[in-house]
């Protein structure tokens, strides 16, 4: 059985998450879990907080699997590059149900590691370049509410607060 989706309200979401040291068999089955999980909720991202997981780790196919080539996995990523800009809607897992425009760089450099431990670094722009930021946000504490005006946030946490409320959330 897979781990479930945490939602907004869920502390996880809303901590910094920890480093990873070590990279072994529990890491992988990790990053597989959250790949399954992921195409499960057809989501093209997935970070280890939005499972319940504390972890600086996040999966990405901006494809929604279509090409497993394009199959991301980043554990410690840092963001070396963040330029341009673009808006559009977003969703997010943890947040079911809503979309906004957002505003994200155009183009991001990131370097983190692999499975194994080894250095690697991405150059992604469009799509991927938003994935990759809303997903470091999530390892960040940070949820997409955050880029939202203090009105509309507001608006929407009382909305959210309604649905769990009525347990539909």
């Given amino acids: 059985m897979v781990r479930p989706i945490v939602k907004y309200g869920d502390a996880v979401l809303a901590r910094v998450a920890d480093e990873i040291t070590q990279f072994d068999s529990s890491l ?12 499960a909720a057809r989501g093209v991202g997935l970070a280890a907080p939005q499972i319940g997981v ?3 780790i996040f999966v990405m196919d901006a494809t929604g699997g279509q090409d497993a080539t394009r199959r991301i996995v980043v554990v410690n990523p840092v963001i070396d590059v963040a330029e341009g800009e673009q808006e559009g ?9 809503f979309s906004f425009d957002i505003k994200r760089p155009g183009h ?4 983190g590691k692999d499975l194994n431990g080894s250095e690697i670094r991405l150059d992604v722009t469009g799509l991927e370049a938003r ?32 649905r769990i409320k009525a347990d539909d959330w």
């Fill in 28 to 39: 992988r089955s990790l990053a597989d879990e959250m790949i399954e999980v992921m195409y």
């Fill in 54 to 56: 504390s972890s600086r």
């Fill in 89 to 97: 809607g977003e969703g997010c897992l943890s947040v079911p149900g």
């Fill in 108 to 111: 991001v450099v990131l370097r």
């Fill in 131 to 162: 994935c990759v930021s809303h997903e470091i946000d999530h390892l960040n504490g940070r949820l997409l509410l955050s880029h939202l005006s203090p009105l509309k946030r507001d608006l929407t946490i009382r909305k959210i607060k309604k």
